[in-house]
């Protein structure tokens, strides 16, 4: 390859990459401003799930002995599932919006743009992450009222652990969303997968105290991981190498998850038509 030929390439790289995270970054910010806008949105996300988490907390407080975590109240031991139950919450009603703009015409005109198709999962999902991570992460100003007092290092773990669980959730509430017309479809969907994901991650109950068939299916589960990180997080001394090895089975299923989410835009929208 001749010098006279490597300017030219270069700017076809970077128009490449353009291409992909100036429309993503669009789809983004689009997604922060119809948030910000909706206040009562962040209520409805944050508020029942922390009546419920007090309600377990206290209700049961007497009938189970968590020893996992060190701690007395099973308040500390639902702490990372009632983080999870937030992200939950709020990948559902940031995924909804994709019905929206499929039903108001939006996501008609940004499929007839000439931009790549990567871009718009990427936007979309990562708009849904940053929504539900802000919310999640909301919840870590109530911790030091319970009891539950993080470093740095343990800090840093729960945050990772938020934003990857944001991000698979939300992918996976893309690809379930993406073919659906009806939000009442949706909702039947999601009380059907992604609440049992919820309950079989470790977030009422531990692993080891399930049966065994039930284990497994737990172990399949990668929102077990990210609770196990959270968990492990919360202990006095924290296990950093154990936390970083369930984090890196929830990335794993992130990137599987996401690149669902990609074939089944393009399958849907590249086949011939009748």
């Known amino acids: 390859m001749s010098a006279a030929t490597i300017p030219a390439a270069l ?48 209700g049961f407080s007497n009938s189970f002995h968590q020893t996992g ?33 499929r039903n108001e015409g939006f996501l008609l005109s940004v ?3 000439p931009i790549s198709r990567s871009a718009v999962v990427l936007g979309k999902v990562l708009g849904g992450t940053t929504i539900a991570a802000i919310q999640g992460l909301l919840l870590l100003f109530v911790a030091p009222l319970i009891g539950i007092h993080l470093g740095l290092m343990q800090l840093a773990i729960i945050v990772a652990a938020v934003f ?5 959730l939300t992918a996976l509430g ?7 017309d009806s939000p009442q ?19 009422l109950f531990p ?14 589960n990668p929102l077990t991981y990210a609770v196990n990180a959270m968990q492990i997080a919360m202990t006095p001394t924290t296990n950093v ?6 984090l890196g089975i929830v990335l794993a299923s992130c990137a599987v998850i996401f690149v669902a989410a990609f074939a089944i835009v393009n399958r849907r929208t590249t086949k011939p038509a009748a």
């Open 185 to 203: 479809a949706f909702h039947q969907i999601v009380n059907l997968f992604l609440l049992p994901m919820w309950l079989l991650s470790g977030a």
């Open 111 to 113: 499929m007839a743009a």
């Open 11 to 58: 700017p076809r790289d970077n128009d490449a990459a353009s291409a992909v995270w100036l429309p993503a970054f669009s789809l983004w910010w689009r997604e922060m401003i119809r948030f910000f806008r909706q206040p009562a949105r962040v209520i409805g996300v944050i508020v029942p799930p922390l009546f419920f988490w007090l309600l377990m907390g206290f």
């Open 174 to 180: 893309f690809a379930i969303a993406w073919p659906m």
């Open 241 to 246: 190498v154990k936390a970083l090895d369930q």
């Open 69 to 101: 975590i060190g701690g007395e109240h099973f308040l500390q031991y639902f702490f990372p599932g009632m983080l999870l139950m937030i992200v939950l919450f709020a990948s559902i009603f940031s995924m909804m919006s994709l019905i929206q703009d």
């Open 207 to 220: 692993v080891t105290g399930a049966s065994h068939g039930l284990q497994y299916v737990m172990l399949a």
């Open 164 to 168: 990857l669980v944001s991000f698979l």
